[in-house]
């Protein structure tokens, strides 16, 4: 197959675009690296052959407008634009335009999108093609108020109210009796038309001790569905994830055969192009399916460690059209990954804490990957996510995989601002971390806050 993309449009900042910019090298696509007047000066724009930019600081006059975006594409004579995670990359007008315009999208098709970004129409989608759901609702609540409470009964409390316009966190309420529920369908509908534009409420089954594991599948647009393995993401504070690792500790082989081939079944079924993630919560022995990402994501790392394959590289292949060119059978899962999510902000406080690095030292040695855009008198700035950058370590076995994290950590040093490499030590050091098999629940207790 021919390949298409020559030049390429990173719509996006940070890490990613440094990791973004590395997949073309490789790849012999050149760069545009588009960046905000706060960006100017960071060292991966000039690492791409070209640079534009395309607005103020704030995300909303540069990385989120649209306009601006394809403006850049066009003058520099682009032809693919990345949009990353974050920011656009999940914006299926946004993906509509790039192609109206005649550029290619890395990512699925615009209408895969949308099903994805409304999460009653997701899982309406998925519970049709046999992926197991949270019992609740199965599409909007009953307008009809006694409809509702007999709903709500059958569910069975706590519930969880969602916004069809959510997701990650947005736009949820807990129900824990019916007494309570009529007020939160008024008040979560009302807060979700004015965030979301759009007011539409389902109703599931609260789990309380779920881990949050997520599968990753790879797919070209010539029937081939590849099942990347799963991650675990379940150590986060209020949604944003801190640590993921992969595999995920625990599962068993059939349990993960078997939740794999459920979600190549799904892609199959939708045709599905690119590089996707299936969420689930998994509680008692049991998936429920909660939502589906359609972008690169950030945790990518820990599986691009146990399979050796650059899920970067493998998106733009496909996104151009390109076939894999690797089979399932020739995929392996080697040992053990995790990644470690590095913050300027403090790490007792989480408060932001943007400025200027004086100095940094970035860890090295066997099975130590550090994917970051940070260097030594580099200015962190306050406008966007603190991230500054990811330690991934790999190892023969999670037990070497957290060793060399505990010595890569110990390695690092960060002068001048705050990072949250002390709470990372301190999760490493917690005897139920170490054991594996944390729900979302942990950090709170960990860190004995919320
Ligand atoms: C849930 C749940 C418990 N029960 N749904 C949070 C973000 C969004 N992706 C879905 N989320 C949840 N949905 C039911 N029916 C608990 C969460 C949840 C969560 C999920 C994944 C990872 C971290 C989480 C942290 C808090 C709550």
């Known amino acids: 197959m021919e390949r298409r993309i020559r030049k390429l449009v990173i719509a996006n900042r940070g890490e990613i675009a440094l990791r973004i910019l590395r997949a073309c090298r490789q790849l012999g696509i050149l760069t545009v690296a588009l960046h905000s007047e706060a960006d100017h000066d960071a060292k991966y724009v000039r690492l791409a052959d070209e640079s534009v930019c395309i607005g103020p600081p704030p995300a909303r006059e540069s990385y989120l407008n649209v306009a601006a975006v394809i403006a850049a594409a066009e003058v520099t004579d682009a032809n693919a634009i990345h949009p990353g995670y974050g920011f656009l990359s999940e914006n299926a007008d946004f993906a509509e335009q790039v192609k109206e315009s005649n550029f290619i999208f890395v990512g699925p098709d615009p209408e895969t999108i949308r099903i994805m970004g409304d999460k009653i129409t997701a899982i309406n989608t998925m519970q049709s093609m046999g992926v197991p759901c949270i019992p609740g609702s199965n599409g909007s609540i009953p307008r009809n108020q006694d409809e509702l409470i007999t709903l709500a009964q059958q569910i069975g409390y706590p519930l969880l109210l969602k916004a069809s316009g959510g997701g990650g966190g947005k736009g949820m309420r807990q129900v824990l009796r019916e007494q309570d529920l009529i007020e939160a369908v008024e008040l979560t509908s009302k807060e979700a038309l004015s965030a979301f534009g759009n007011g539409s409420l389902y109703i599931e089954r609260y789990l309380e001790t779920p881990r949050h594991i997520e599968i990753q599948i790879l797919a070209d647009m010539h029937g081939n569905i590849l099942y990347l393995g799963d991650r675990d993401c379940s150590i986060q504070r209020r949604y944003q994830k801190v640590i993921e690792e992969s595999p995920s500790p625990g599962l068993s082989s059939e349990q993960r055969t078997q939740i794999g081939e459920i979600c190549l079944n799904a892609c199959k079924q939708m045709h599905y192009k690119g590089v996707g993630t299936f969420e689930f919560l998994f509680q008692d022995g049991q998936f429920y399916f909660i939502e589906m990402n359609t972008r690169i994501q950030v945790e990518h790392p820990v599986t691009e460690l146990v399979t050796g394959i650059d899920l970067v590289q493998e998106q733009i292949l496909v996104a151009d059209g390109c076939e894999i060119q690797f089979r399932q059978e020739d995929v392996s899962f080697t040992g053990h990954a995790i990644e470690c999510r590095i913050n300027a902000e403090d790490s007792e406080t989480f408060t932001p804490s ?35 950058g990811k330690v991934i370590t790999h190892g023969r076995d999670r037990k070497e995989a957290m060793a060399r994290m505990s010595g890569a950590l110990q390695e690092m040093q960060v002068e001048g601002i705050k990072t949250n490499i002390p709470m990372h030590q301190s999760i490493l050091n917690n005897p139920n971390f170490q054991r594996g098999q944390c729900d979302i629940n942990f950090l709170k207790h960990h860190l004995n806050v919320d």
């Open 354 to 388: 943007p400025g200027q690095i004086t100095r940094i030292h970035i860890p090295g040695g066997p099975g130590v990957r550090v994917d970051s855009h940070a260097y030594t008198n580099y200015n962190v700035p306050p406008f966007y996510d603190s991230m500054i």
